[in-house]
């Protein structure tokens, strides 16, 4: 059975990769490190050594099973790119992509280097979407290594927010998605740094998704901007 998703922009969860590490500003609050010790703690067999990397075989095929066509977002526990997960095994879980026809695979990485090393050893069909994560201007050159990705969709995730960007280059970018971070100790958003996005996706015609304000009580805050929500995608 497919893991439904709460995530608005996606509808289904697959995570072949479990558990990761910390590598930039936007990790230090990790939703899945805090899920995965729960997840550890109720015996689930996948988190017995918690946030460890850990790739699962067993875990490869379960989208050929799914035959009602969705929106997939791949290791959202984890980042498929990174250094723990060998090349060979990468390439197992774009196997069962590539022949998973019937649904659209969304990546997402904030290892833009290792992607961009590695693209070119991966098969890229139509129905795989690869994106990076940028949280503040620090880290705006992931962009440039996204796009030398031959995938069909591009797109960042500036989730969370954490500073406000200016005139980021949104060349051969299809989809930017904007989010506040939630949870414990969830650091601020300004609604002027999402307008600034959206305004430059309007004027680059890229689809912009406004994700949520965040905040302790993410429910309570909403995901209006500006009177209304932006749930565009490519």
């Known amino acids: 059975m497919a893991q439904k998703s709460a995530i608005e922009w996606t509808e289904t969860t697959w995570n072949p990769v479990t558990g990761c590490t910390k590598i930039s500003t936007g990790c230090e609050n990790c939703y899945a490190e805090r899920l995965a010790k729960r997840l550890k703690a109720m015996g689930q067999p996948n988190y017995r050594n918690g946030f460890r990397v850990a790739c699962h075989d067993h875990a490869l095929g379960l989208p050929l099973t799914w035959k009602k066509p969705q929106m997939v977002f791949v290791n959202s526990m984890s980042d498929l790119f990174h250094q723990a997960v060998p090349l060979e095994f990468i390439r197992k879980v774009f196997e069962t992509m590539n022949s998973a026809k019937q649904h659209k695979f969304q990546i997402l990485t904030k290892r833009s280097g290792r992607l961009r090393e590695l693209a070119s050893e991966l098969e890229w069909t139509d129905n ?3 994106g990076v994560t940028v949280e503040t201007a620090d880290f705006v050159a992931r962009l440039d290594d996204l796009r030398h990705v031959p995938a069909s969709v591009r797109f960042v995730s500036f989730e969370p927010l954490l500073s406000r960007l200016g005139a980021v280059d949104l060349a051969d ?6 989010g506040g971070e939630s949870g414990p100790g969830a650091r601020t958003i300004e609604a002027d740094w999402v307008r600034e996005i959206r305004d ?3 004027e680059k015609e890229v689809a912009f998704f406004f994700k949520q304000w965040g905040g302790v009580n993410k429910k309570k805050a909403g995901r209006i901007l500006d009177g209304r929500k932006w749930d565009q995608i490519p």
């Open 128 to 130: 795989i979407w690869m």
């Open 200 to 202: 430059l996706c309007m």
């Open 173 to 178: 970018i299809h989809w930017a998605i904007v």
